[in-house]
């Protein structure tokens, strides 16, 4: 008899039954918590370089002393990226088209969490602002 109280003891006990449940749910958690920060990045990251090419453009059509050749217009749209430091070459300038000024940008981005997603998606960004009517 005293093996069959042992048996139902050991069954109602609970101690250690916080520690699996979080040993199961941790991992799931944290792959939840870490994707949603990474394409929240990624969604901020696009945001601005859209902000940027924006920017950029008006700034070749309305403000042609300090955006005046293609060189000064890339710059301008590297330093309107908030927050991210990115060379003046990620974005390509074209002056002059059909719709006015074109500003477009197109970057890799980087996951800081690389092993939870093992692809690079490509950041890319356009805007034609018309040109100066004066």
């Keep these: 008899m005293s093996g069959l109280r042992k048996i139902f003891r050991f069954a109602r006990a ?18 939840l918590l870490l994707g949603t920060m990474e394409f929240a990045r990624l969604l901020w990251t696009q945001s601005t370089l859209q902000q940027a090419v924006e920017a950029a453009s008006r700034c070749a059509s309305v403000n042609t002393s300090t955006c005046d050749n293609q060189s000064d217009t890339q710059t301008y749209a590297a330093n309107q990226m908030y927050g991210l430091t990115v060379s003046s070459s990620v974005f390509t300038v074209t002056l002059n088209t059909a719709c006015g000024n074109l500003v477009s940008a197109s970057m890799p981005f980087n996951f800081v969490v690389s092993g939870l997603f093992p692809w690079t998606p490509t950041v890319k960004a356009q805007s034609c602002f018309p040109l100066n009517q004066n």
Aim: glycine share 6%; charged share 15%; no cysteine.
């Design 14 to 31: 609970r101690d250690g039954n916080t520690v699996i449940e979080f040993a199961i749910i941790a991992p799931a958690f944290l792959l």
